[in-house]
């Protein structure tokens, strides 16, 4: 009697060490490669650069953050479209005729079913995804057997090395590649194509497409004051580019029709006030200076003041370059914004970021972000070889988008972020 | 902040005491932490598989020694790796035999080489030369201007016959300054380029053409601090394109761990030659790889901090105080006088950062900040001179009136005096056993560091006796490991020579001879 119940249980263990091993052998028979595909298609003369391109114009929106009841000018679509892009991406599910047997046999896993209901096909993508998770051998089996793609050693390697190369650091990289492995897994991926496409998409959602990324520098109105300028604060490290994009975007404006001032609030640097003058007559805007050293906060009151008598569109200030370790010059700034609010609510924070900034970027928009609020993030320089994943840390930390990119020194080169383009050049 | 290297090799090597060597699967887990250590520092990805290769090989079959625990001595070898890359061939600045030297400036927009070419500019006029400064960036608005005003800050003559913005050659204008120097007696040229990319043909070119112009002697290549992994590819294209003969460090004195300057040494193997670290003009100094390799670890900086402390410390008064400490006769005046002294170092916060192996104590740290010692100094202001130079004295009522005048509870005075009481004792205690009171210079950190301890520490008391004696424990790597190649012979000689327990006042002795 027990003998035979040993036997039972003997050949139950053969029979599932086998399937086991068979699913091992199939999933790493199936692991994609990136490198061979990758290789050919890439051209060689690397440090080309620049590889960021984006077809669309800069979007505005009104600054005035608690009246912000009148809808958006060329800001993001409505709310009326919502009910349409909601329905579930519905995966294409390969007609592989052994996989569904296999799913009928693993699926019995009533608590799945109690808490979510979901289309069967997601079913076997949870449970692709579940097994992801495990290194077992038992798990890779299992995944093997269920047809979930992996990608081989070098290729990890390789996706590994692009995200750090690209700045994201270890522990982002880290969790991009973890959601790689699960989402591989999930979605059956089978050719290197589609293993880059998941890669892409991965990379995209971490930069969470979804955030409202217009400028708010368009003028709003007041029941009180009528028409009010839009207040944009530009502040950053040293060397980042501030007031070269403060400069640009004055442009940005000035070709919409829009009219600026300038405020001059680096009283700093040699010469800072100059290269501000020379932008805005470039553009055909006035200026708001002090003198060399004086108190920051009292030129950006004074530009403002100027910009809401002269009723122009917006006001955009240019701040000294400051180290965020510098608690004094950060105070400074915390007071230029503070002195500013006096007069009028500022609308919009700019920290410039630099491109080639590594890890340190984070420590720097953190603090910025605890002294101004930073509501947006520009990624200047992007022009170069530099990729400045770094943003994707501080996007995450921080919930601010990135909402501009410097593509170079020249006049236009001031583009909107977008994920999708950021992504592309990023893996280019 | 504190999250460094060590403190993580401490806990993955937590269970390895006791080994007489590091395995190799050790060694494994330790190349993991020290890969993201390096990568969160920004040395780049290529660098940092070199490098750990190499670290690898030589912790293999390294013995494990006595002194240091597995952690310590992985980061031993770390550290010394990484200060031979970064300092294998220090050298000065070339000039030529017959002046005018030319140095040219070359670096990615935004690294700072304009206000660099006026330290650098300054430091020579330091040095005894007569630099003239060129002003070729005629690409960025109002280049020129700024580098006019550097120039005039710091005292030099600028040449800047075109106005910039566009307009101009900057070919010309450098090949040209050389003849200016020449009429003006200038012996030291340096040319400050615009900021260009390494991926921009025309601009590479163009400074490929103010290179042969004028035939530097030496070529700086300018870089952030902060740049992350991008440096090699930058380096390399300014390398292939221009070609550089040392590299200058700026921003450090930002918070950035400047992985940078390993990775550039490594890949272009120029050497660093200095490091620029504050917007002053004077904010310049020549490159110091213990300092960054210890930087780049997150190891706490311990060189910066006596530095510091020099600075903000009296020698005399500091001495004085010294050995009232090791006598027991510390008052409350004295802890005053050293917690300003402390505090005009900066924040607390950042002082007890570069403390090694305050990672220990990082839960006790972060309650530290310095509104507590704003109200320890606004009770002690509240006392009487008499009060302060006998606490003793201090009874209920004093206590009470004391409370009132400094804007606490009485509770608050109550623990400044019994912590104040409790830690006099414990630094007496520690003065007989650690000979404290030696050379100058570093009897005054220490006790700075003491002083602060001892009252900043008020709301966790149990942890301030680990962290104590945990402060000298922690010294010990360092001489070996850390910061300690270029600790002045002084500390580690005088340290080694006092006899434990002995006399701190006598200590004076010794001290002046060699102080003088």
Not at chain 1, 85 to 102: I, M, N, Q
Not at chain 2, 26 to 52: K, M, S, Y
């Amino acid at each position: 009697m027990s003998s035979t119940v040993i036997l039972i249980v003997v050949l139950v263990v053969v029979v599932l060490a086998l399937a086991v091993g068979a699913g091992v052998l199939v999933a790493r028979k199936r692991r994609i490669s990136l490198t061979e595909a990758g290789k050919s298609e890439k051209p060689k003369d690397k440090p080309q650069g620049g590889g960021y391109a984006t077809g669309s114009a800069i979007s505005l929106a009104p600054g005035g953050r608690t009246e912000t009841v009148e809808p958006p000018v060329e800001a993001s679509p409505p709310a009326d479209v919502e009910p349409a892009t909601v329905a579930e991406p519905v995966e294409p599910v390969e007609a592989d005729a052994e996989l569904v047997e296999v799913v009928i046999e693993v699926e019995p896993a009533p608590e799945v079913e109690a808490e979510e209901i979901e289309p069967p096909s997601g079913r076997l993508e949870r449970l692709r995804g579940r097994l992801a998770r495990s290194r077992s051998t038992l798990g890779q089996g299992l995944l093997g057997l269920l047809g979930a793609g992996d990608l081989d050693e070098d290729s990890w390697t390789e996706v590994e090395d692009t995200l750090l190369m690209a700045d994201l650091g270890a522990a982002t990289t880290e969790e991009v590649v973890t959601r790689l492995r699960a989402e591989l897994s999930t979605k059956g991926v089978r050719t290197a194509e589609q293993a880059r496409a998941v890669l892409r998409s991965v990379l995209v959602e971490a930069l969470r497409p979804d955030m409202e990324r217009a400028v708010r520098a368009l003028p709003h109105e007041t029941a009180e004051h009528g028409k009010q300028p839009a207040v944009v604060l530009v502040a950053g490290v040293n060397g980042t580019g501030k007031t070269t994009t403060t400069g640009k975007l004055a442009r940005v404006l000035v070709a919409g029709g829009r009219t600026v001032l300038l405020g001059a609030a680096d009283t700093f640097r040699a010469a800072a006030a100059e290269q501000l003058a020379t932008w805005a007559e470039r553009v055909g805007a006035e200026v708001v200076r002090g003198k060399e050293g004086a108190d920051p906060a009292a030129v950006a009151f004074d530009a403002v003041k100027r910009g809401v008598e002269a009723k122009v569109d917006a006001v955009l200030i240019d701040t000294a370059g400051r180290l965020h370790t510098k608690t004094g010059l950060m105070d400074e700034l915390g007071k230029v914004k503070r002195v500013v609010g006096k007069l009028a609510e500022i609308d919009e924070v700019l920290l410039v970021l630099d491109a080639t900034t590594g890890q340190n970027g984070l420590a720097q928009a953190r603090v910025f972000g605890e002294v101004v609020d930073v509501t947006g993030i520009v990624l200047t320089k992007l022009d170069g070889t530099a990729k400045g994943g770094i943003v994707f840390q501080v996007q995450r930390e921080l919930g601010v988008p990135v909402k501009l990119v410097g593509l170079g020194e020249g006049a236009d080169d001031l583009a909107p972020f977008e994920p999708e383009a950021f992504v592309d050049a990023l893996l280019a | 902040m504190f999250d460094t290297l060590s403190d993580r090799l401490t806990s993955v090597l937590q269970n390895l005491r006791g080994k007489g060597r590091l395995s190799d699967a050790d060694i494994d887990a330790t190349a993991r932490e020290i890969r993201i250590a390096l990568l969160e520092a920004d040395v780049a990805l290529p660098v940092v598989r070199t490098f750990i290769a190499k670290v690898k090989e030589r912790a293999k079959g390294s013995e494990v020694s006595q002194a240091l625990n597995p952690a310590q001595q992985v980061v031993k070898i770390v550290n010394e790796e990484l200060v031979e890359i970064l300092g294998g061939e220090t050298r000065r600045l070339n000039l030529a035999k017959n002046p005018p030297s030319v140095i040219m400036l070359a670096g990615l927009q935004g690294s700072g080489k304009t206000t660099l070419a006026g330290k650098l500019a300054r430091w020579l006029v330091g040095q005894g030369h007569r630099p003239l400064l060129v002003a070729c960036d005629l690409q960025r608005p109002n280049a020129v201007t700024q580098l006019q005003v550097v120039g005039e800050r710091a005292g030099v003559a600028v040449y800047a016959p075109e106005p910039g913005n566009g307009v101009g050659d900057p070919v010309d204008v450098a090949r040209r300054s050389i003849d200016e120097a020449k009429h003006g007696q200038n012996d030291v040229v340096v040319v400050d380029t615009a900021g260009r990319l390494g991926v921009d043909e025309e601009m590479m070119r163009q400074a490929a053409d103010i290179r042969e112009a004028v035939q530097p002697d030496e070529v700086l290549f300018v870089v952030d601090a902060m740049i992350g992994q991008d440096a090699v590819t930058t380096a390399e294209a300014f390398r292939d394109g221009v070609g550089f003969t040392g590299v200058v460090l700026t921003k450090l004195d930002g918070d950035a761990r400047g992985g940078a300057a390993l990775s550039v040494r490594e890949v272009t193997g120029q050497p660093i030659l200095f490091a620029s670290n504050g917007e002053k003009l004077e904010d310049f100094d020549t490159f110091h790889p213990d300092r960054m390799a210890s930087r780049i670890l997150g190891m706490g900086d311990v060189l910066t901090l006596i530095e510091q402390a020099e600075q903000a410390f009296d020698q005399e008064q500091a001495e004085a105080a010294a050995a009232k400490v090791a006598s027991g006769e510390l008052t409350l005046e004295d802890f005053l006088e050293q917690m300003l002294a402390v505090r005009k170092m900066g924040p607390i916060g950042n002082l007890l950062g570069m403390l090694p192996g305050a990672g220990q104590m990082k839960d006790a740290l972060a309650q530290v900040d310095d509104k507590q010692l704003d109200k320890l100094q606004a009770i002690i202001r509240g006392m009487t001179p008499a009060e302060r130079d006998n606490p003793k004295m201090i009874n209920a009522s004093r206590r009470l009136r004391i409370a009132k005048g400094s804007g606490v509870q009485v509770r608050d005075v109550n623990e400044l005096v019994n912590r104040f009481f409790e830690a006099r004792k414990m630094m007496a205690q520690m003065a007989g056993r650690f000979g404290f009171g030696g050379p100058g210079r570093v009897s005054k950190t220490r006790k700075g560091k003491k002083g602060k301890k001892g009252k900043g520490r008020g709301p966790t008391p149990p942890k301030v006796r680990g962290g104590m004696p945990g402060f000298p424990g922690g010294l010990p790597p360092m001489p070996t490991g850390g910061g300690g190649p270029s600790l002045p012979p002084g500390f580690a000689g005088g340290m080694n020579d006092l006899p434990p327990g002995f006399d701190p006042s006598k200590l004076k002795l010794p001290k002046n001879p060699k102080d003088n």
